[in-house]
C-alpha cells in the first residue's frame, strides 16, 4: 500500500488540492460538505486496485477530511463495463481531491492486469494444447520511474511475474556487458566474481554461436533476444540436460505470443505488458 500512497499524495501535490477553486466555489454556494460517490468501470477489464482502496482511505484520514468505504472489489475481479468497482462517502473536498489522481492510477494498474492476463491466458490455452507446462508470463524493466512497484503489482494480479524488480534482483548480462567486458566468457566470469552467490546469472545471446558460448561458461539462464519462433526452435536442441532456464524476449505480444510456447521455454518476457497499455476506462460519479 505505501507505493499507492506515496503516488497518491504526488497527485495531490501536483494538483494543488488546498487551493481548488471550484470546489471552494461550489461548496460556499450552500451544498452539502458530504456526498456518496461510487467509481464505475466504462470498459472490460480486470480490477488491480485494491490496495489504491486502502490508501486512499488513510490519505483521506491524514487530511482530516475521511472518507468511508463501503463496498470495494477485490484485485483480480474481472470488469464489465458498468459495473461498480467502489462506493465511497465523505467529505466533498477530500472525495473530489482524491478522484483524478485515483482513477488514473487505478485505470492504469487496472489496464497492466488486463494485459498480463489476456497473455497468460494465450499462451495457457496454447501449452493445454500441446500439453506442455506452461511457461511463466513476465514483465521487463520498461516502466516509468517511480512506477515499478505499482506496476508489477499489477503484473500479479494479472497472473504474470515480474523480471528484476531492480538492477540488484539479479544478474542479467546484455549485449551493452559484453561489449564492455570484452566477450561473453569474460562478463559472466566477472559478474560471478562480484556478485552475491545466491543471484541467478542469465545471459542475453543474439545467435546461436553466442549461446554455445554462455553455455559452455555454465550461465544458470540464458535470455533468447528477437529470436524467431524457429531459431528458439534450434536453440533449445543444444541446451544441456542439466537445466539452464530459457527466457525468449523481444518483440513478444498478443499477436505473436503463442508461437513462442514451446517445449523448454520457461519464460516469456514482453515489454508490451507495461508499455504499450491501455487503461482501463474509469469514472467516479457523485450520488445525488
Known amino acids: ?40 468501470a466504462k470498459s472490460d477489464g480486470i480490477w ?42 465523505g ?35 496454447r501449452s493445454k494444447e500441446l500439453k506442455i507446462e506452461a511457461p511463466r508470463v513476465a514483465s521487463t524493466r520498461k516502466s516509468l520511474p517511480g512506477f515499478r512497484d505499482l506496476v508489477t503489482s499489477g503484473v500479479i494480479i494479472g497472473g504474470g511475474s515480474s523480471h528484476r524488480l531492480n538492477l540488484s534482483g539479479g544478474i542479467l548480462i546484455k549485449e551493452n556487458h559484453i561489449a564492455a567486458a570484452g566477450g561473453i566468457t569474460q562478463a ?7 556478485a552475491p552467490h545466491t543471484l541467478r546469472t542469465e545471459v542475453e545471446v543474439t545467435s546461436i554461436p553466442e549461446l554455445r558460448e554462455a553455455l559452455e561458461v555454465q550461465v544458470d539462464a540464458v535470455l533468447l533476444d528477437n ?9 533449445l536442441k543444444i541446451m544441456p540436460s542439466k537445466k539452464v532456464w530459457v527466457e525468449v524476449s523481444g518483440g513478444i505480444s498478443a499477436a505473436n505470443i503463442e508461437s513462442y510456447v514451446l517445449k523448454g521455454v520457461d ?14 476506462d474509469l469514472s467516479l460519479l457523485c450520488l445525488k
Not at 64 to 69: D, K
Open 48 to 89: 488491480a486496485a485494491e490496495e489504491g482502496v486502502y490508501a486512499l482511505q488513510h490519505l483521506s484520514d491524514e487530511m482530516g477530511m475521511p472518507i468511508q468505504i463501503h463496498e470495494f472489489l477485490k484485485n483480480g475481479r474481472e470488469l464489465k463495463t458498468g459495473w461498480t468497482t467502489v462506493e465511497l462517502h
Open 188 to 194: 559472466v566470469q566477472s559478474c560471478r566474481a562480484a
Open 1 to 40: 500500500m505505501n507505493f499507492w500512497k506515496k503516488a497518491l499524495s504526488i497527485g495531490l501535490e501536483e494538483d494543488c488540492w488546498q487551493w481548488d477553486w471550484t470546489t471552494r466555489g461550489t461548496l460556499s454556494a450552500g451544498g452539502s460538505q458530504m456526498i456518496s460517490a461510487k467509481i464505475v
Open 227 to 235: 529470436f524467431e519462433p524457429a531459431q528458439v526452435v534450434e536453440a
Open 267 to 280: 519464460v516469456i518476457s514482453s515489454g508490451s505488458i507495461t508499455h504499450s497499455v491501455k487503461s482501463v
Open 91 to 125: 467529505p466533498v473536498r477530500s472525495i473530489l481531491a482524491l478522484e483524478r489522481p485515483f482513477l488514473n492510477l487505478a485505470s492504469y494498474v487496472s489496464g497492466v492486469a488486463t494485459q498480463t492476463r489476456h497473455l497468460v491466458n494465450l499462451v495457457q490455452a
